[in-house]
């Protein structure tokens, strides 16, 4: 455990001023952490994370201790560079589309925030090669290379096809950050969809094309990654506010899902509502951070089991390809990609497990799911596949701070149609995401596991 709350019912006074100077002086050490890897020697791997290539870090994944940083999907596995291309070159990245339902680059900000994106579906292949990520393509043709240009500087108005814009942070002898991730890797496929991950080759000034360990002395490559961990006294301080019950803050006993707007919007939810009602005036800007997929958009719920031995999440679930059984054929649906998570606190960043879309049980007309959620000894017995019910256990150490019957939900939503206007893409603020999302809002309702239970198999929400 990294942080013990304390006895229940204790209350620690604490200042608004004195928790937001906390929040500050996070931001400042996450930023002040990231500069502090510029300048280091090549392959620079103080924490010895997993390495794929000179110029990839990873794999990245929730089920590897030392990789299981800024919440993860359990279907998604992602892979790092950070480097400082020198002046007047241009860093080329060659890659073959993958079997899966998505891929993308990120290019970061050095507080792992995504300042752009480019996304399979965005991507002109290669001459004589085809995108097996549009609609109604060859899911497993051949020919599915692709050739990408990442440019140091910031997004424009018009972004160059096939262009990833990493600007390296504003501070002195900084790095360019980008993360290549895929979801959903069709059955039998490894994590990276069965096609490897992209090589680079740097073409410097003079027109020499370098590849290999000579590219990454060239640009400095490093193997060097913080997750945006809270202390232990922040959050504590947090939990304890004063007004709120430290055994459930900031679980209340009539769950709901929140979207996340930015860092400090997410932290006021332990205040209380007066002051949350404050810092979304203050504050409304949306803003990622934790390596955030800028594909994504995000909404997190908290939960305690001191309200109930389960929690059973119910709603309608989006359209989505279908992929994860090497469908050949590219489906339309109304989001790319549809998940929920047990996770952690900020204290650790940690996922526990996760479901996604094609995962989940849905009833035979209106796509309606049920979903329990519990700890595995308070499992119900109807919560199977056969009875309509997905099974999402909940995580024994709770938030990873030393309660273990608290933490968080977090579903995201990446990439809506154009026609979609149900996703968490369309809410605008803290409060109007069930009004927003109608059905298609995820809802959470306390129970016992007998109470659970008595909907029979197959589940009778109405039982």
Not at 65 to 87: D, I, M, Q, R, S
Not at 122 to 129: G, L, N
Not at 174 to 183: A, E, G, T
Request: with cysteine; aromatic share 10%.
């Amino acid at each position: 455990m990294q942080g013990t709350l304390g006895r229940r019912g204790s209350r620690g006074r604490k200042t608004p001023a004195l928790i937001a100077g906390l929040i500050s002086a996070l931001l400042v050490s996450l930023a002040a952490a990231s500069a502090a890897s510029a300048g280091q020697p090549v392959g620079f791997n103080p924490d010895g994370l997993p390495v794929a290539s000179c110029f990839w870090t990873g794999a990245f994944s929730a089920d590897n201790e030392k990789t299981n940083l800024a919440y993860p999907g359990t279907e998604v596995t992602y892979w790092g560079a950070k480097f400082n291309a020198p002046a007047g070159s241009t860093l080329t990245l060659k890659g073959r589309y993958p079997h899966a339902r998505y891929s993308s680059f990120n290019a970061y900000v050095n507080n792992g925030t995504s300042s752009s994106s480019l996304h399979n579906s965005q991507i002109k292949p290669d001459r004589h090669s085809i995108n097996p990520a549009i609609p109604g393509r060859n899911r497993n043709a051949k020919h599915r290379s692709y050739t990408i240009k990442v440019v140091s500087g910031a997004l424009p108005s018009s972004p160059a096809a096939n262009t990833l814009y990493a600007a390296p942070d504003p501070t002195p002898d900084s790095y360019q950050d980008i993360l290549y991730r895929v979801y959903v890797p069709d059955k039998g496929r490894n994590r990276s969809g069965g096609t490897g991950l992209p090589t680079p080759s740097l073409k410097l000034p003079s027109g020499k094309v370098i590849k290999g360990q000579a590219l990454c002395n060239q640009i400095n490559s490093i193997h060097y990654y913080t997750a945006g961990r809270l202390p232990s006294s922040t959050y504590n301080s947090l939990v304890n506010w004063p007004g709120r019950d430290p055994a459930t803050n900031p679980a209340l006993s009539s769950f709901s899902f929140i979207k996340f707007f930015n860092l400090g919007l997410a932290l006021s939810r332990y205040k209380t509502q007066p002051e949350q009602d404050a810092a979304w005036a203050s504050n409304p800007v949306e803003t990622g951070t934790q390596y955030n997929n800028g594909d994504a958009r995000y909404m997190t719920g908290a939960y305690s089991f001191d309200f109930g031995e389960v929690l059973a999440i119910r709603g309608k679930l989006p359209t989505t390809p279908l992929t994860w059984h090497g469908n050949r054929k590219m489906t339309r649906g109304q989001l790319v990609e549809w998940d929920i998570c047990g996770i952690e606190s900020l204290v650790t960043t940690r996922t526990y497990r996760c479901l996604f879309d094609q995962q989940i049980p849905l009833s035979k007309r209106h796509r309606r799911y049920v979903i329990a959620f519990a700890h595995p000894g308070k499992r119900p017995r109807n919560a199977r596949a056969k009875c309509g019910v997905a099974w999402l256990p909940a995580d024994p150490q709770g938030d990873g701070a030393g309660r273990p019957d608290a933490g968080l939900l977090l579903t995201r939503n990446v990439l809506p149609s154009a026609g979609f206007r149900r996703s968490v893409w369309n809410v605008t603020s803290p409060y109007d995401a069930a009004q927003v999302m109608g059905d298609y809002y995820p809802k959470g309702t306390y129970m016992s596991t007998r109470d659970f239970e008595s909907h029979g198999c197959p589940y009778r929400p109405g039982g």
